[in-house]
């Protein structure tokens, strides 16, 4: 039994600790386990489309799942003109309760959790729709999610070659340099075109408050797969709506993916896959060697809670979270007042 009043909380410094001490290519595949897991049971969750509260520059949100067991919750922004201001488009954190007693049980930054389960999701699913061969990703965008994007696809996929373009030359330069070392084989390109040369797996990962078109139709190619992170908002989208038109499409959660995915540029009754139907067998995946299949990922709550999940098991065995005294606890529970009278 935990102590309830008292949470475990990972520090920033602590999840860096732990994501070091277990390698992050292991931890991502062990979070795509935990996912895949938990996707097979997807019939067993509270599902809501997150609750997006919206500005003019951003949009914070709140991700809310619980499987009866455990509840659990991710705040989470998405600014993209932060990095001009040294701030990070995205930051998270969150935390896991007891559906018993109501009582959390752990606390925990989610930034660099996000990344490694957002870079999970993405190879995971591209594990199931992905052509067998594929060896070669390009990848669009190469800011704060894109090494874990490259060496999830590595680790989970057997992706050998990344090839990377950014808007940004020093957004790729850093991105190349990260990776160094890591057995990929990094190719810096000039511009999408050539990044997209021989990929058999496009990665989207870009950050841009409006429909952008990272893609255009003529750049696709029969039977490749894209992975299209980045478009995950009203208004935010990266792909032509034209190769949309010509793919199998992959989603999460319909329900939020018709209001934040590549798909809100569709009819609302246009045809969509859900993956976790993939995965239990209940749906088909790619279909054959020239279907484009597309990942029209935007992030969902389950994934979250599979990430909290694994923590939380983590930490039974591994050091790298403090106590938090964060759940008041008064000798006679009905006695609060009482107990705040006594800290006098
Ligand atoms: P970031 O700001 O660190 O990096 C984005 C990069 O995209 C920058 O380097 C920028 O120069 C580049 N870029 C912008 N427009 C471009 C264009 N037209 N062509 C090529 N490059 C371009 O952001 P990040 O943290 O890496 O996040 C990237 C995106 O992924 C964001 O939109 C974020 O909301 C999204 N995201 C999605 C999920 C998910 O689960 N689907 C999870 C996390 C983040």
Not at 17 to 45: C, N
Not at 177 to 193: D, V, Y
Not at 249 to 257: G, L, N, R, S
Request: net charge negative.
């Amino acid at each position: 039994m935990e102590h309830l009043n008292i949470v475990p909380f990972v520090s920033v410094d602590n999840m860096m600790k732990l994501v070091l001490h277990i390698g992050p290519e292991q931890v991502m595949a062990d979070i795509a386990t935990y996912i895949e897991s938990d996707f097979r049971r997807w019939e067993s969750f509270d599902k809501t489309p997150r609750v997006a509260s919206h500005s003019k520059v951003g949009v914070i949100e709140l991700m809310p799942t619980s499987d009866g067991e455990m509840y659990g919750f991710k705040y989470v922004n998405g600014h993209p003109k932060n990095t001009k201001e040294g701030l990070q488009t995205v930051t998270a954190f969150g935390l896991l309760a007891e559906v018993d007693t109501g009582y959390p049980i752990l606390l925990t930054e989610m930034t660099i959790l996000t990344a490694l389960r957002t870079a999970a999701m993405s190879a995971l699913a591209a594990k199931y729709l992905a052509p067998k061969d594929a060896k070669v990703m390009a990848m669009i965008g190469n800011g704060a999610q894109s090494e874990f994007q490259a060496l999830a696809f590595k680790a989970i996929c057997g992706v050998t070659e990344v090839r990377l373009f950014d808007i940004d030359p020093a957004a790729t330069g850093k991105c190349a340099a990260n990776l160094a070392g890591s057995g990929l084989k990094i190719t810096a390109c000039k511009t999408p075109e050539e990044a997209i040369e021989t990929a058999a797996i496009i990665t989207t990962v870009t950050a841009d408050k409006q429909n952008a078109t990272i893609l255009t139709d003529n750049m696709v190619g029969a039977g490749v797969h894209i992975n299209a992170i980045g478009g995950d908002c009203p208004g935010k989208t990266e792909l032509h709506r034209d190769i949309l038109l010509r793919s199998g499409i992959f989603v999460e959660y319909p329900p939020q993916t018709r209001i934040e995915g590549e798909i809100q540029q569709l009819d609302p009754d246009h045809p969509v896959t859900e993956l976790w139907q993939v995965i239990t067998g209940a749906a088909t995946g790619r279909q054959n060697a020239r279907q484009i299949t597309l990942f029209d990922s935007v992030g969902f709550a389950i994934e979250d809670f599979s990430a909290l999940r694994y923590i939380h098991d983590k930490l039974k065995t591994l050091p790298f979270s403090d106590p938090l005294d964060m759940i008041a606890d008064p000798d006679d529970p009905r006695d609060l007042y009482g107990m705040l009278l006594r800290a006098k």
